[in-house]
């Protein structure tokens, strides 16, 4: 099993018809996920990567029976179709967009709460479950494999690094969850949690965190609570000073909030051993497995 992709996914590319569109449905093809349409308003009718477009997102689900959106759209027009992409009903939205507008990013992530709609990101690598062949999304597909453990991360480039560590080691993954950088983001460290409890075949599950925010001070307190499999930290950002942002809109120290020694004291706290470097995750790992 995996989460919130698996072999019956059917995808919907929004801004096929664009440069990062057009490249990265051609890579996610290649890794073997189920696109069946693409839309750009205005260009109903043509092909990309052999894939038919079309001017809005309930045409194409209702052409091709699409279940899911992977948004390639610019950063002013993402929330409007996104918000599309949720008024179809499609389950989840993935926003790869980065620099949406804050207050697109919260009116995206109410609606799709009030709706049941699972929204990750925005400015998110994706989502990928190798076992299914599905990606959606930009991540490298060939440093993931398929496996027991559960990988959660808010830094798309450390998701790869530490699933590139994990592969070579034989430890594979059930999904990899791209969470998204900026401040505001749909799916939460804490509603991860939740959706890798419910999937039997993840034995375990690897957090990687970054400085800013405390979503992984209050995915810690959920994990030692309720959440009973083996778990593996990483926190970005342990020398990094405050008030500087650090990449991502959501990677910056305010006063005492959101430093790397907050999140580790947190993780450590709820019994969760923590990588020093990304290289470290994947022996962490083989301790409790």
Same mark, same amino acid.
């Given at each position: 099993?995996?989460? @919130? ?6 995808? +919907? ?9 057009? #490249? ?34 309930? =045409? &194409? ?15 002013? #027009? ?17 926003? +790869? ?23 990750? *990101? ?21 440093? #993931? ?10 830094? *798309? ?49 690897? @957090? ?43 990677? +910056? ?8 020694? &907050?999140?580790?004291?947190? @993780? ?7 990588? =020093? ?13």
């Amino acid at each position: 099993m995996a989460i @919130l992709a698996d072999k019956d996914t059917r995808v +919907i590319i929004q801004g096929i018809t664009g440069g990062q569109g057009t #490249f990265h449905s051609q890579a996610m093809l290649n890794f073997g996920t189920k696109i069946v349409a693409g839309v750009t308003p205005g260009k109903g009718g043509q092909e990309v990567n052999g894939i038919p477009v079309f001017d809005t997102v309930m =045409e &194409a689900k209702e052409a091709h029976d699409a279940t899911a959106a992977v948004i390639f759209v610019p950063a002013p #027009f993402a929330g409007d179709a996104a918000l599309e992409a949720i008024a179809a009903h499609l389950n989840p939205v993935v926003v +790869i967009t980065e620099h949406v507008p804050v207050r697109d990013e919260i009116r995206v992530i109410h609606t799709a709460k009030r709706q049941g709609i699972t929204v990750i *990101g925005p400015n998110t690598p994706g989502i990928i479950t190798p076992g299914a062949k599905q990606k959606l999304g930009i991540m490298p597909g060939h440093v #993931f494999a398929d496996g027991p453990v559960g990988l959660m991360s808010r830094s *798309g480039t450390l998701t790869y690094e530490i699933a590139a560590g994990m592969t070579y080691a034989g430890i594979g993954m059930t999904t990899a969850i791209g969470l998204g950088g900026d401040p505001c983001v749909g799916l939460t460290p804490i509603e991860a949690v939740k959706l890798f409890e419910k999937d039997n075949d993840t034995k375990a599950l690897v @957090l990687v965190g970054e400085i800013g925010g405390d979503a992984e001070e209050r995915a810690a307190a959920y994990i030692k609570e309720h959440y009973d499999r083996p778990v593996v930290g990483f926190i970005a950002g342990r020398t990094a000073p405050p008030g500087k942002r650090m990449g991502h809109a959501g990677a +910056i120290i305010s006063g005492s909030t959101g430093t790397a020694q &907050a999140k580790i004291k947190a @993780l450590n706290d709820a019994g969760i051993p923590v990588a =020093e470097k990304p290289s470290d995750v994947a022996r962490l790992l083989q301790d409790v497995l």
